[in-house]
T-cell receptor, first 112, second 112 residues
Framework: EDQVTQSPEALRLQEGESSSLNCSYT??????LFWYRQDPGKGPEFLFT???AGEEKEKERLKATLTKKESFLHITAPKPEDSATYLC?????????????FGKGTTLSVSS | EPEVTQTPSHQVTQMGQEVILRCVPI?????FYWYRQILGQKVEFLVS????????KSEIFDDQFSVERPDGSNFTLKIRSTKLEDSAMYFC??????????FGQGTRLTVV
């Protein structure tokens, strides 16, 4: 069964304290791995897509990396506005429009 | 920037009643989805829709659920006879070819 596990469940950081979030996955043939940000009571907001091991993508203070078994979301010098739940999702092979399988997310709190 | 629009933002209904959740996907997107998120749990796939028919559905999407794209712009999710356990945030998403899915802000459904 395809699965996505995220750790830690919750992370508290001081402003400027860099860290990483982990997403481990088991899927028979990865079509894509996605990172989304979700604010309380809101829908997921797209951050990155990674397709193959070794790929990296960056956006402001965030950098996502991918290996054959896991992905990391590195947060460099976070600010309070980075506080949110970060969701990892995988898409199994198949026709376009295949469902995303989500992890439970990591809730990040950044204090000033 | 185009966005996926969902209405209503919050719906309260009596157990056993029918509800229709509405979504306006981003125009020129081809794939449409419904996901749900029970409070404190992961985002779960319900159904995907392509070319005016269901392309994939999960075990959650039983005979009580149906989807429709009645007029080429709206995309609806109907729950025929709501149960207490249907209380959740329901997210609509749309996706163009070879890109990520865009999520709406969700409808909070409360069944009492």
């Amino acid at each position: 069964e395809d699965q996505v596990t995220q750790s830690p469940e919750a992370l508290r950081l001081q402003e400027g304290e860099s860290s990483s979030l982990n997403c481990s996955y088991t899927v028979s043939g990865l079509r894509g791995l996605f990172w989304y940000r979700q604010d309380p009571g809101k829908g997921p907001e797209f951050l990155f897509t990674l397709y193959s091991a070794g790929e990296e993508k960056e956006k402001e203070r965030l950098k996502a990396t991918l290996t054959k078994k896991e992905s990391f979301l590195h947060i460099t010098a976070p600010k309070p506005e980075d506080s949110a739940t970060y969701l990892c999702a995988v898409q199994a092979p198949g026709q376009a429009g295949t469902a995303l399988i989500f992890g439970k997310g990591t809730t990040l709190s950044v204090s000033s | 920037e185009p966005e996926v629009t969902q209405t209503p933002s919050h719906q309260v209904t009596q157990m056993g009643q029918e509800v229709i959740l509405r979504c306006v996907p981003i125009s020129n997107h081809l794939y449409f989805y419904w996901y749900r998120q029970i409070l404190g749990q992961k985002v779960e796939f319900l159904v995907s829709f392509y070319n005016n028919e269901i392309s994939e559905k999960s075990e959650i999407f039983d005979d009580q659920f149906s989807v429709e794209r009645p007029d080429g712009s709206n995309f609806t999710l109907k729950i025929r006879s709501t149960k207490l356990e249907d209380s959740a945030m329901y997210f609509c998403a749309s996706q163009p070819v070879r890109r990520e899915a865009f999520f709406g802000q969700g409808t909070r459904l409360t069944v009492v």
